[in-house]
Every structure is written in structure tokens, then in C-alpha cells.
């Protein structure tokens, strides 16, 4: 059973939890910029003297697809990696993946990843 | 062709506007030639009538004024460098600062501005002593004309103004991305209020003790004047702050941070290339050298070329790339090394000068890596090691067919400049060296002291999370660069009430 990693990072962690996932054998995955709110909230900026309450942040989406059993490690190395302590360091969720092909060869499932 | 034209006459409307058309253009023609007909008539019927006119002007006379159109035309040439400085420094910064490097280099030209009024080009140019100039302080006192230029005075002030602001400008380039706004302010204060004033006095105030020794030290439009200190400074600056978070160096395995947009940084470079223009020809200070101007000019467009090419090969041989970021560093390399040199060299030397200058750079770049300081756009690479190299130049490619511009033309009165290569044995090679030595060392250490100064009372770096999330959206209230929709899709003015929390 293959599943579908969906993580929310602070931009400059990026960095760090690309490199711990290299680590840990992932062979590829797939890079958003992205803007969102969570409970951190918005940010007050100021354009030519009005304030303006901007409730997006700038985030970064990662999504992998790996093994059933691979899950539990991914989860474990995002969030060890992604970590700052403080709020909005994003979130992770995890789908099931009905089929998985890969263009080049017609390889499906786990083959494919 | 002619049959579509006799199908179109056919047509009522498409004849109508035929017509019209060739019949406003005959009444135009005829307008402008009776005008012209009518002008040239009058004109020489008033030169017939009074047979023998005096010239209102004698040709004397027009001296001062055709000098000072030419420093203010070279005057406005400098200031536009500030926009390309603006342009190279923003593209190869990344996004979250990018508002933060254009505010500064406009800070900075404004703050800029008031200081030299007040205090800087008293401390240059004004009469004192061989280290520092008070005279002119807040422009009061003011003569004419400046010294023997012929040039009017405020002229000659605001080109002066136009290179201590590229100077100020040079030391933000190595400490983009980190740097807080106000630590900004309270560096440039320093450079263009005292260092960059005090140091040009020695070289081009009256007076200045490098200026007066026995062989005197030259530097023709500032390559130790502006480029060095400027260089020196932006090292110093580096060095205080340390390098960028996450900025990993070659020697462990990374390497620079990406740039944002290329488009910009070229462009950028191009128009600084344009405004030496003014750097260097305008610092004849006199349009009646004509060939002295034509000699710079075209000498700064060779180092500039060779620069170019060399440091694009260089990188090639390197890497089998065609590198943007070098090559547009070794044209700037080259137009720093020929500003010191440029009127005193050949044509053939300016290349040799600027071809050596883009290795040099190059090499600089990767020992200031090695040294593990974090210069994102090569400013103490390209301005000060480069600015060193055409210092020393001219003590080895001076021609010795060329003196000092004067205002009313080249003047050889003074004695020529001969380097060693033109047989002019080691004089003027060694007043360049105690120059550079003596302005690098003295702008370090002064570099070195207002750098940590600043640091140590924790007004120069920018904490952790600012720089982490962008100096942009915390010291300037948001990017410069917007998601469109979304920003105002869900942005609200705080007046309405809207949660301010963050």
C-alpha cells in the first residue's frame, strides 16, 4: 500500500528536511511555495502608511509518496527536521494512494516510487 | 500593389481618406517650407543690415560655461550609477530582502546628499592641511568658480556628492540580506561624512599629502579613492556581521547563494558600465581636453571589454560554463581598474589592465570565499582588489605622453606620469604603493573600528527570525513582491477592525 506524504514547512526549514529525508533514502519529491494561515495567523504589513492584517504567510508544501512502511519514518524525520518549537511550523498528513504509475517505463506501485 | 491601390481608389470612403490625408501632408510640407523660407530670409536680411557684428561673447568666455555643462552632464551620469548599484545589488540578493537593498541605496544617496553639504566636501576639498580640508563647511564662503577648474562651484559640489554617494553605496553590496536598516544609517553616516571625505582629501584635496609628495600618488577618477575605500569597507562591514544563516562556503562543500533575477543584475551592471561615462571622462573636469576625455572614454570602454571577455573565458576554462555573474563582474573589474589609470594609459594598456583585472577578481572572489566572508555581490572582489590593482597600474602602464587636464586643456607644465613599463623606472610605481598601502591600511582599521562598534552596540545585525523570514516583510512592512490575489484578496485595512494578532 503506497501513501502520500503532505507536509507544511516554514520556508528555511526546507532546507533542513529535504537534506534529513536524502538521508534517509527518499528518492524524489515535490516542492510548493505556497501561502496559508494556521492558528500562528496573519501578519500586519504596511503598504504606503495603511496597515494591512495579511492573514498568509509564505509556506513551503512537500509531497512524497512512499511505502506503507516507510510512513512512520518520513513522519518521524519531518518533524525532527522541520521543528523550531515556536507556532506555525506547519503540519503533516498522510492519504492512501490508489495507483502509482511511472510515466517513463508503465512501472506501477512500488515499483514506480 | 498598383491594383490593390486602383481597387481601393473604387471605394468612396478609402479615396475620401486619400485625400484627406495627402492633403493635409501637402499643407503641413508647404507650412514647414514657408516657415523655414521665411526664417532664413529674415535671418539674413538682419545679418545683411549691420555688416559688422561684434561677437557679444569671445570665445575665452565660453570656457567656464562649456566645462561646467560637461561635469554636470557627467554629474548626472555618477547619480545614475545609483541606479544600476540598485539593480546589480537587488538581483543577486534573493527576494525577502529585496526591498531592504532598494531602500537602502536610496537612503543612503539622500543621507548622503545632506552630509556632503554639511560637513564632507568641506573635509575633501576645502583648504586645510595635508590630512583633512576645513573650509566650506555647510557650502558657506562658497567662490564662483572651484579652484582653478573654471567649473561653477555648487557644479563641481554635486559631482563630488555623486561619487562619495557611490562610495556608501559599494559598502552596502557585501552586507546585503542581514544587515538591520538603521545599522545602515548609522555606518553610512561614518563613510560619507568622515572616512570616504578625510581620505579623498589626501589624494585630491588641495594640499592632500599624497597628492603633494615628491613623485605625487595618482589616481585620475578614484580607483583608491572610491573603489578601494569603498571595497575595504564592504570588507570590514562583511567580516563584522559574519556571513548570512544557512550561507554555506566552497572549501565546505556549498557555495553562493543563489541571486534572484538575472535580468536585473545584468541590466543593472550595463547601466553601471554607462555611468562611468561620467566617472571617468567627467573627472578631466574640463571639456577643453578633448583628447584627454576621447582617451578616457574609449580606454574605459577597452578595460571594460577586455574585463568581459576575459573573465568569461576564465570561468569557461573553469567550469565549461558561459558564467552571467562573472562576466558581469569582470566588465565592472576592468572599469575599476582603468578609473585610476585612464588617462594616462594607451588604448592597448586599458586592455591589458582590464583583462587582468577580471583574473584578479576571479581570484579575489574565491580567496574572500576561502576566507570563509560572505560578500553576495563581490563588492570587496570587485572594488577593492580591483581598485588596488589600477592604483598600482598606473605606476606600470603610464604612457608618459600625458600630464594633468587643465581648464582650457591638456597642461604638461607639471610634468608627465611615465610607469615603469614605458621606462619610467620605479617613482611613480612606488608613490602608488605607498598610496594603496597607506589608504588600505588606515581604511581597514577605521573600517574595522565603526564595523564592531556597531556591533557591539547591537544596532548592525538583524536578529535570527527577521532574517530567517525576510528583513523585507519585518523592517518594511511587506515584499516586493506580491502573490496578487492573494495578498489583496484577503488583506483588509487594520482601521476596519480586521485581527491584528500575528
Known amino acids: ?113 | 500593389m498598383i491594383k490593390r491601390f486602383i481597387g481601393g481608389m473604387k471605394e468612396r470612403d478609402s479615396r475620401r481618406y486619400f485625400f484627406t490625408y495627402l492633403g493635409g501632408k501637402m499643407i503641413g510640407t508647404t507650412a514647414v517650407l514657408a516657415l523655414m523660407l521665411g526664417l532664413a530670409w529674415y535671418v539674413g536680411g538682419r545679418a545683411g543690415a549691420q555688416e559688422v557684428e561684434t561677437p557679444l561673447t569671445a570665445a575665452a568666455d565660453l570656457i567656464n560655461p562649456i566645462n561646467t555643462m560637461w561635469v554636470l552632464v557627467a554629474a548626472f551620469l555618477v547619480f545614475f550609477m545609483q541606479a544600476g548599484f540598485m539593480m546589480l545589488e537587488a538581483g543577486f540578493a534573493r527576494t525577502r530582502e529585496t526591498v531592504n537593498v532598494l531602500m537602502e541605496c536610496i537612503v543612503d544617496t539622500a543621507m548622503c546628499g545632506i552630509l556632503f553639504w554639511a560637513v564632507g566636501f568641506a573635509f575633501m576639498f576645502g583648504e586645510g592641511n595635508g590630512w583633512i580640508g576645513h573650509q566650506f563647511f555647510f557650502l558657506s564662503d562658497a567662490p564662483a568658480t572651484y579652484g582653478t577648474t573654471g567649473v561653477a562651484f555648487l557644479a563641481f559640489w554635486l559631482f563630488q556628492f555623486a561619487f562619495a554617494d557611490t562610495a556608501s553605496t559599494i559598502v552596502s553590496g557585501a552586507m546585503v540580506g542581514r544587515t538591520s536598516f538603521k545599522g545602515d544609517l548609522f555606518y553610512s553616516i561614518g563613510v560619507s561624512a568622515i572616512i570616504y571625505p578625510i581620505v579623498g582629501h589626501w589624494i585630491w584635496g588641495p594640499g592632500g599629502w599624497l597628492a603633494t609628495m615628491d613623485t605625487p600618488f595618482r589616481d585620475f577618477a578614484g580607483s583608491t579613492v572610491v573603489h578601494t575605500v569603498g571595497g575595504v569597507l564592504a570588507l570590514t562591514g562583511a567580516v563584522a556581521l559574519g556571513p548570512r544563516i544557512g550561507r554555506k562556503f566552497k572549501r565546505d562543500g556549498g557555495g553562493f547563494m543563489v541571486g534572484h533575477d538575472m535580468t536585473i543584475a545584468a541590466i543593472g551592471g550595463i547601466i553601471l558600465w554607462f555611468g562611468w561615462y561620467g566617472f571617468n571622462p567627467g573627472s578631466t573636469l574640463s571639456a577643453m581636453d578633448l583628447e584627454g576625455i576621447g582617451r578616457v572614454a574609449a580606454n574605459t570602454t577597452l578595460a571594460a571589454c577586455a574585463g568581459c571577455l576575459v573573465g568569461l573565458a576564465f570561468m569557461y576554462f573553469r567550469t565549461k560554463k558561459w558564467d552571467p555573474g562573472i562576466t558581469i563582474n569582470g566588465f565592472l573589474a576592468g572599469l575599476v581598474a582603468i578609473t585610476a589609470p585612464c588617462y594616462w594609459v594607451s588604448p592597448l594598456g586599458a586592455i591589458i589592465i582590464g583583462g587582468f583585472a577580471a583574473i584578479i577578481c576571479v581570484l579575489a572572489i574565491d580567496a574572500i570565499e576561502w576566507f570563509r566572508v560572505d560578500d553576495p555581490i563581490g563588492a570587496v572582489a570587485v572594488h577593492g582588489v580591483c581598485g588596488i590593482f589600477g592604483t598600482i597600474a598606473v605606476g606600470l602602464f603610464a604612457t608618459g605622453d600625458f600630464g594633468i587636464p587643465g581648464a582650457t586643456g591638456a597642461d604638461i607644465s607639471t610634468g608627465t606620469v611615465t610607469g615603469l613599463f614605458y621606462g619610467g623606472g620605479t617613482d611613480q610605481l612606488v608613490s602608488q604603493l605607498i598610496g594603496s598601502a597607506v589608504v588600505t591600511g588606515l581604511v581597514l582599521i577605521a573600517g574595522l573600528v565603526l564595523m564592531y562598534g556597531l556591533k557591539a552596540a547591537k544596532q548592525l545585525r538583524v536578529p535570527t527570525d527577521i532574517e530567517l523570514e525576510g528583513i523585507d516583510i519585518h523592517e518594511h512592512g511587506g515584499s516586493a513582491y506580491h502573490p496578487e490575489f492573494a495578498f489583496t484578496g484577503t488583506g483588509v485595512p487594520a482601521s476596519s477592525g480586521a485581527s491584528k494578532e500575528a
Open chain 1, 1 to 113: 500500500m503506497l501513501k502520500l506524504v503532505t507536509a507544511i514547512l516554514k520556508p528555511h526549514k526546507f532546507d533542513d528536511v529535504k537534506e534529513a529525508l536524502k538521508k534517509d533514502g527518499i528518492t524524489g519529491l515535490t516542492v510548493t511555495e505556497v501561502k496559508g494561515f494556521g492558528r500562528q495567523g496573519g501578519k500586519t504589513e504596511t503598504f504606503r502608511g495603511s496597515e494591512y492584517t495579511v492573514e498568509l504567510l509564505p509556506k513551503i508544501k512537500i509531497e512524497l509518496i512512499v511505502d506503507e512502511a516507510q510512513v512512520a519514518k518520513a513522519i518521524e524525520t519531518i518533524t525532527a527536521a522541520g521543528q523550531t518549537g515556536k507556532i506555525g511550523d506547519g503540519k503533516i498528513w498522510v492519504l492512501g494512494v490508489d495507483e502509482l504509475v511511472r510515466i517513463r517505463t508503465s512501472e506501477t506501485g512500488v515499483e514506480a516510487i
